[in-house]
């Protein structure tokens, strides 16, 4: 970048002083895009040096820039060439020289506008060495499809070298639910016996019917090595292995996700949508504000640790990763929305709002849940990455600064593969147009009709007179203040 812009001053010299000179004439201030563009429309210079400067490297990071700092003499850019991946360069419109910062170095920067004064002994927070050593993709096209690069990278090194093939046999022989193996037991130690034992499953079970029940051949299938993990019945698990038996020949990403996502893992699941957290009032300190009651509470509820916490929205994130981390189970985050973005300068202007919109617990609880959590489900790539032109919400937390309190210099990496976009969406067999009249559950019918219209009243019987009213049905929390206020009386 700064070689770029180099080259560019000594091309276009009087241009770039005429610009530098309408950033600097506004003072101290953040320019948004839209104001760094607007500039660039009205510099000094006749018409093709002017176009040839908006063509060039300089015009492409102007293009670029998501803001520009200025605090004269000096105008710094946060350049964005694509989704995910950030530059930073300081000019001093004086001398015209060019310096490349780090993220640290802007932010310290950036922060003298705030009138914070500099201090080297603020902390610095990093998450980028936590997480070093994990693979993740470099194209900002693959942002968001954590579980395919994933597969694909496993299936690649597995098909690199038959050692990576060691931790899928320790994971399918060590994998239990409440005490019980579910996949392979002792009699199977190492990927030939594996093998050898897939290929005697194979002729057993396909000589079976394919809808025989797994408890007619669960016996012979534990006498060679086989436990109750791969179907219930003969051709669910035969299909099972199958596929194993094809990745273990040439492991493809497609067949690895397919077999991994047919292993049973998940049986208990804790979904949590707390509200009113962030709102709440000299609580620190209180019973279960750490978690202490709720961990003891779900586990006495299931009998046992759950497999996996959902948290939902900023509070139940947080939330979610105490107990996840209380509990060492697997950690699932759904944001929906993230705040940062919808308050323009709200993290350098934090101090100005706190009290009453609480950003600094916000954005810092936001901040740990994010890299705290296994995996983050998304309904867009426009809420990890943004656009073209735009930040994404999780992008916005990869370095941000809170004066005097901390400064992030690596917060969250949108190139994780822990993001996953799953778009919302219905089954469409349950969910159909009223047109579709031949999907319809025609023998509930008479049910219905009972349920509704039996003129005895009792705990099951509602006793409607009134056949004439259409009848609707609402699936929704039943929340006084959110509810559909039709749907709900004194009695529901």
Not at 64 to 89: D, H, K, S
Not at 319 to 328: I, R
Request: charged share 25%; hydrophobic share 35%.
């Amino acid at each position: 970048m700064r070689e770029r812009v180099e080259q560019t001053l000594s091309a276009h010299r009087n241009e770039i002083v005429s610009l530098l000179s309408r950033y600097v004439a506004q003072g101290k201030a953040i320019l948004q895009p839209h104001q760094i563009l607007d500039e660039l429309e009205n510099i000094i210079g006749d018409e093709a040096s002017r176009q040839k400067l908006t063509d060039g490297p300089f015009g492409d990071a102007l293009r670029t820039a998501q803001e520009c700092i200025v605090l004269p003499p000096f105008v710094a850019l946060a350049v964005r060439p694509r989704p995910g991946v950030w530059e930073y360069v300081r000019v001093d419109a004086y001398q015209l020289s060019v310096q490349q910062l780090t993220a640290s170095e802007y932010l310290v920067f950036k922060e003298e506008l705030a009138g914070e004064p500099n201090s080297s002994y603020v902390l610095e927070l990093d998450f980028e060495p936590f997480n070093a050593s994990f693979p993740r993709p470099n194209r900002s096209e693959s942002i968001g499809n954590g579980v395919q690069f994933l597969n694909r990278h496993l299936s690649s090194s597995m098909f690199r070298s038959k050692d990576c093939l060691e931790p899928l046999l320790d994971f399918l022989r060590t994998h239990k639910h409440d005490g019980h193996v579910m996949m392979l037991n002792d009699r199977i130690q190492s990927i030939n016996r594996l093998q050898s034992s897939l290929s005697k499953a194979d002729d057993y079970l396909s000589k079976l019917p394919s809808d025989t029940a797994y408890s007619e051949f669960q016996y012979d299938l534990q006498g060679m090595g086989f436990e109750r993990g791969w179907g219930n019945n003969a051709e669910r698990t035969l299909e099972m292995m199958h596929l194993l038996s094809d990745i273990l020949q040439a492991p493809d990403p497609s067949i690895l996700e397919t077999f991994l996502g047919r292993i049973p893992m998940v049986f208990n699941v804790v979904i949590l949508s707390i509200h009113g957290y962030f709102g709440q009032a000299n609580v620190l300190g209180l019973p279960d504000t750490g978690g202490q009651d709720a961990a003891s509470e779900i586990a006495a509820e299931l009998h046992g640790a759950p497999d996996l916490i959902i948290g939902n929205y900023s509070d139940g994130n947080l939330v979610a990763s105490l107990l996840s981390y209380k509990m060492g189970v697997t950690q699932c985050n759904i944001a929906h929305a993230l705040e940062k973005t919808k308050y323009p300068d709200s993290d350098l202007y934090w101090k100005k709002f706190d009290e009453k919109y609480h950003f600094s617990c916000q954005f810092t609880a936001d901040l740990l849940a994010m890299n705290n959590a296994d995996f983050i489900i998304t309904s867009t790539y426009q809420e990890i990455a943004g656009t073209k032109n735009t930040v994404g919400q999780y992008e916005s937390h990869s370095s941000f600064t809170l004066p005097g309190l901390y400064r992030v210099v690596h917060g969250i990496d949108v190139f994780d593969p822990k993001f996953n976009i799953v778009s919302p969406g219905a089954d469409m067999t349950i969910y159909f147009s009223y047109s579709e009249k031949e999907k319809r559950l025609t023998s509930l019918h008479a049910k219905l009709e009972k349920l509704l219209f039996d003129p005895e009243q009792n705990e099951e019987h509602m006793r409607e007179t009134r056949r004439y009213l259409e009848m609707f049905y609402i699936l929704k929390f039943r929340d006084l203040v959110k509810s559909v206020p039709v749907a709900i009386d004194d009695e529901a």
